[in-house]
């Protein structure tokens, strides 16, 4: 059976927060971050229990090339993604999230 993928509001908009902020960076660059963002979300869906956890129901799935990690919990049908969170601001600022 496959889970259900969602994301919490703020977790969406701090998704596109992040690749805002890289377009203007360098055009393209919004792309790539958003490609990295579901290739990580594909492995996600793949192994859900393969990220380490970071508390006792939430996982942690670092972003290669970027200071972003999707931070999501398990339920029996969904993975619930609730922060893709910069790793150098506002640390476990996402804890209340559910």
Do not use: C, N
């Amino acid at each position: 059976m496959s889970l259900e993928l969602w994301f919490h509001p703020e977790a969406e908009a701090e998704l596109i927060d992040a690749a805002d902020f890289y377009a203007q960076q360098d055009p393209g660059l919004d792309a790539r971050f958003i490609a990295e963002v579901e290739r990580a979300l594909g492995q996600i869906v793949r192994f859900p229990e393969a990220a380490p956890p970071v508390r006792s129901h939430l996982r942690r799935k670092e972003l290669p090339g970027y200071p972003f990690s999707l931070i999501y919990t398990l339920t029996d049908t969904q993975i619930r993604v609730l922060a893709v969170a910069h790793h150098k601001r506002r640390p476990l600022y996402w804890q209340g999230r559910s």
